[in-house]
């Protein structure tokens, strides 16, 4: 199995900046993709970034957070961390960490993995 463990997050205001952190730990042959969903009360979830762990690729940004946020990765510690500038009412939400893991070198396939989330309230 496949723990994705989430931390950061919590109150700020607008304008104010907010970092979020991610690692995958467990049975893990590799890491394709590392990124994170969003939903607000009452929306669907929505993707915010996701980003390549096996090749420095551009990260695929939503565009409502594109110049604001941005992802960094430690492809050895499969961690991801996400770095939210200029934070607006809107990006209230509770934010879930997705992985995309081969678990094994004979899997027949990768799976997709959720964190249990972590809350962003932007308020004055």
């Known amino acids: 199995q496949v723990q994705l463990v989430e931390s950061g997050g919590g109150l700020a205001q607008p304008g104010e900046s907010l970092t979020l952190s991610c690692t995958a730990s467990?049975?893990?042959?590799?890491?394709?993709?590392m990124g994170w969903y969003r939903q607000a009360p009452g929306k669907e979830r929505e993707l915010v970034v996701i980003a390549s762990m096996t090749t420095a690729g551009t990260p695929n940004y939503a565009d409502s957070v594109k110049g604001r946020f941005t992802i960094s990765r430690d492809y050895a510690k499969k961690t991801v961390t996400l770095q939210m500038d200029s934070l607006e009412a809107d990006d209230t939400a509770v934010y879930y960490c997705?992985?995309?893991?081969?678990?094994?070198?004979?899997?027949?396939?990768?799976?997709?993995?959720w964190g249990r989330g972590t809350q962003v309230t932007v308020s004055s």
């Open positions: 997705n992985a995309n893991v081969r678990e094994t070198a004979t899997s027949p396939r990768s799976n997709y993995y």
């Open positions: 467990g049975t893990i042959f590799t890491v394709f993709a």
